[in-house]
């Protein structure tokens, strides 16, 4: 029996790593994960949107799945603009979380680089709310080479 849940954040799959963004409302989850993809696409990676605003989260034997409500499927908002379709990837394998905080909040040098979702350990990292091309910047700097230490 697989356990899921219904999340509020932003989830892309760049470089085969399934990527779940969270963070309050107007954080900049959406900007974080457009810019990301973006910017993944442009080194040659492939990069798609797996959901906006709402992400089925859905543990299975091969760990955590993310995957869009039908009814949101292809679409991002973009605070100011409005709704964008984009493509998508019906699903991906979650590899990474992204919390977006206040700046202040966000330990130098974290000790535990890892979230439980679903009873499933995940790597973890928080970056700071609105801040969509440092943030993306980032992202794909994880994508692209492990920590040095492992975390």
Do not use: W, Y
Not at 33 to 49: E, H, I, K, M, T
Not at 54 to 82: F, H, K, Q, Y
Not at 121 to 142: C, M, Q, T, W, Y
Request: glycine share 10%; proline share 5%.
């Amino acid at each position: 029996m697989s356990q899921s849940a219904n999340l509020h954040g932003c989830a892309i799959a760049i470089g085969g790593l399934g990527v779940l963004v969270r963070g309050p409302a107007r954080s900049g989850k959406s900007a974080l994960c457009l810019s990301a993809l973006r910017r993944g696409a442009s080194l040659g990676l492939p990069a798609r949107l797996v959901a906006d605003d709402r992400v089925v989260v859905t543990r299975s034997d091969a760990g955590i799945v993310l995957s869009a409500p039908a009814n949101l499927r292809g679409l991002i908002e973009v605070s100011g603009i409005g709704i964008l379709r984009e493509e998508t990837v019906a699903s991906a394998n979650l590899g990474l979380v992204v919390d977006l905080c206040d700046p202040t909040a966000i330990e130098r040098l974290p000790e535990n680089g890892t979230i439980t979702i679903l009873d499933v350990s995940v790597r973890h990292a928080r970056l700071p709310a609105r801040a969509a091309a440092f943030g993306a910047d980032i992202l794909v700097s994880l994508v692209m080479s492990p920590l040095v230490d492992g975390r």
